[in-house]
């Protein structure tokens, strides 16, 4: 029998290579663990070996899935801390200071208005919050009675009143962010648009000219187009939203949506996540206490880097490979998750990880060590 591979005892460096986890596919299977992924974070996390995990899933507050990741992963001695995470909504907290009042949308319905209030957003709306004020504004809606009533509320500063158009009365709304997939799509669909395009952000109001740029920001906190659970072929997730919702604006304004996508492949989210792999490295190393992560802006990298090498470890070609490659961090594809023998040949340039591929977690991260050892 082959003798089975072990982590290296002794590192030169280790505080200088990063390694960034996806979680659905290389940590976690559905709600079960991947058992390699243990062995991991626990190696990691003992020899102070900086990383962060960067999902673009979402639709629950850091700490609990946090909570439930290292209960599922067992890490009982070294446990994950909350602010190593990145889920695909959590760069939306840089808005904080500018956007009070925002529409929230995506589900589940009363977790998604949790994490938006623990970000700290002051005065959160939730598309039920406002057929609640007034269901003639999408009269097709599937809310039942006993939802609107569990789950709709006012929000905190003032109520919705979208009869009124006065801005007292009714308050400009600064920002639609959709945090995770939609759970009522005809809904969401058209409060998206009527903000969109209304006057100053009012509910009710109809902005008199045509531009690509809406008249508050839209932000997707990711661009997957599917997603898969039991059912025979995958569903829409809400890239779908996001298709509707272009293609419903460039139909009123004849010009393309100005807006902003977050999650991986792009850009915007491995700035983030870098910014936030070096300041975990500080804590690590007891240069910044925990607690006191950093809040990076949208759209700015990092000036310089300490690492000597970032690892992006991910189970889809398309998403961390391609976003990981695009920024020149060496990326190790898994096949514990939904990559299937040959994928990337679709689009070998940039989805063809740069290290190889791996049957799971343990043996990429055993690779990249013996490689920078
Ligand atoms: O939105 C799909 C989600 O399950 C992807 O998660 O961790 O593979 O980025 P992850
Ligand atoms: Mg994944």
């Known amino acids: 029998s082959t003798p089975v591979e072990e982590f290296p005892q002794k590192l030169e460096k280790p505080q200088d290579i990063g390694f960034v986890f996806d979680i659905d596919g290389v940590l976690l299977k559905g709600k079960k663990r991947i058992v390699e992924a243990t062995d991991t974070i626990n190696y990691l996390s003992k020899n102070k070996i900086p990383f962060i995990l960067l999902t673009n899933g979402g639709g629950m507050t850091e700490e609990k899935r946090i909570d439930f990741i290292n209960k599922t992963l ?46 700290g957003f002051e005065d959160v709306i939730r598309p039920i919050d406002i057929i609640r004020a007034n269901p003639t504004i999408w009269p097709y809606h599937m809310f039942s009675d006993e939802q609107i009533k569990n789950w709709g509320k006012d929000p905190k500063i003032s109520k919705v009143d979208v009869d009124n158009i006065d801005p007292n009365e009714n308050l400009p709304i600064d920002s639609v962010l959709c945090f995770n997939d939609s759970r009522e799509l005809g809904t969401e669909i058209q409060l998206i648009l009527d903000l969109l395009n209304s006057e100053n952000g009012i509910l009710g109001t109809r902005r008199k000219f045509k531009s690509n740029k809406p008249t508050i920001p839209i932000l997707f906190s990711n661009n997957d187009f599917l997603w898969s659970n039991e ?34 492949p792009t850009k915007v989210c ?104």
Request: aromatic fraction near 8%.
């Open 231 to 264: 059912f025979k072929q995958p569903r829409f997730a809400m890239g779908a939203l996001k298709i509707a919702v272009l293609e419903i604006y460039e139909k009123i304004n004849g010009e393309k949506l100005d807006q902003l996508t977050l999650g991986k």
């Open 74 to 119: 067992q890490l009982n001695e070294y446990p994950i801390h909350k602010d190593q995470l990145i889920q695909a909504h959590t760069p939306m907290k840089t808005l904080i200071p500018h956007h009070k009042r925002v529409l929230v949308c995506g589900g589940p319905n009363d977790d998604v208005r949790e994490v938006a209030e623990n970000y």
């Open 270 to 373: 491995y700035d983030y996540a870098h910014h936030i792999l070096i300041d975990w490295r500080k804590i690590m190393l007891g240069e910044k206490t925990a607690d006191n992560i950093c809040l990076p802006q949208l759209n700015d990298p990092p000036i310089k880097s300490p690492f000597k090498k970032v690892y992006m470890v991910g189970d889809n070609p398309e998403s961390d490979i391609t976003g990981g490659n695009n920024y020149n961090w060496g990326t190790i594809l898994v096949q514990t998750g939904v990559y299937q023998d040959g994928d990337f040949e679709r689009n070998p340039e940039t989805s063809r990880p740069s290290l190889g591929i791996f049957p799971n977690v343990k043996d990429g991260v055993m690779a990249a060590l013996k490689l920078n050892g």
